[in-house]
């Protein structure tokens, strides 16, 4: 059964950065792709952006791009997410899930992992 | 960006009754190669989601028969035909055939 397994919860300051990893089994990693997802308190999901496990190409959401960046370690099948400049805002629970490998392809979302609580307060 | 309308956001089903969510995109969802990626995801309190319906119509594997899923284009509509207790929670339609956009969620309560 494919299973990805996320990093523990978080509490930082605003203005430093989280790194998230999300660590995938029972599955080939470089054959798919990992997208992430945030759901703030009392709100929906909000898909972030994609790395392809394969090449390491990437494709963010507009409003993310420029404070997000995601990688790949392939030898231990672990994709990271990484917030830098981290607001009270970006308080959320964020999620992994798998993807195809291209960046140009449709988006699936076939399996989550457990999310990973981050919380950003002074 | 491809917006993802939902409604209703509040559902309350009494059990045993048919239970229909509709989900309308701003733009078509026909991806190039003639597939459409209209995806629903189902989300109990306090856990990840999960999905339900994939490409419109096509159920997971698990998911039971009741949960059905259909539309093309722009407008499309989850259906579960016999709500039970365990259906609670939230209900979210996404797109990914224009990079990935969800739907705001339609809350299921039993009445």
């Known amino acids: 059964q494919v299973s990805l397994v996320q990093s523990g919860a978080e509490v930082k300051k605003p203005g430093a950065s989280v790194k998230v990893s999300c660590k995938a089994s029972n599955y080939i990693f470089a054959n798919y792709g990992m997208s992430w997802v945030r759901e703030a308190p009392g709100q929906g999901l909000e898909w972030m952006g994609r790395i392809s496990a394969y090449n390491g190409n990437t494709v963010y959401a507009q409003r993310f791009q420029g404070r997000v960046t995601m990688t790949v370690d392939t030898s231990t099948s672990t994709a990271y997410m990484e917030v830098r400049r981290l607001r009270s805002d970006d308080t959320a629970i964020y999620y992994c899930?798998?993807?195809?490998?291209?960046?140009?392809?449709?988006?699936?979302?076939?399996?989550w992992g457990q999310g990973t609580l981050v919380t950003v307060s002074s | 960006d491809v917006v993802m309308t939902q409604s209703p956001l509040s559902l309350p089903v009494t059990l045993g009754q048919p239970a229909s969510i509709s989900c309308r995109s701003s733009q078509s969802l026909v991806y190039s190669e003639g597939n459409t990626y209209l995806s629903w995801f189902h989300q109990r309190p306090g856990q990840s989601p999960r999905r339900l319906i994939f490409?419109?119509?096509n159920r997971d594997s698990g998911v039971p028969d009741r949960f059905s899923g259909s539309g093309s284009g722009t407008d499309f509509t989850l259906k579960i035909s016999r709500v039970e207790a365990e259906d609670v929670g939230v209900y979210y339609c996404?797109?990914?055939?224009?990079?990935?956009?969800f739907g705001q969620g339609t809350r299921l309560e039993i009445k």
């Open positions: 899930a798998r993807d195809p490998p291209s960046t140009q392809a449709a988006g699936m979302l076939d399996y």
């Open positions: 490409k419109v119509s």
């Open positions: 996404m797109q990914g055939t224009h990079l990935i956009s």
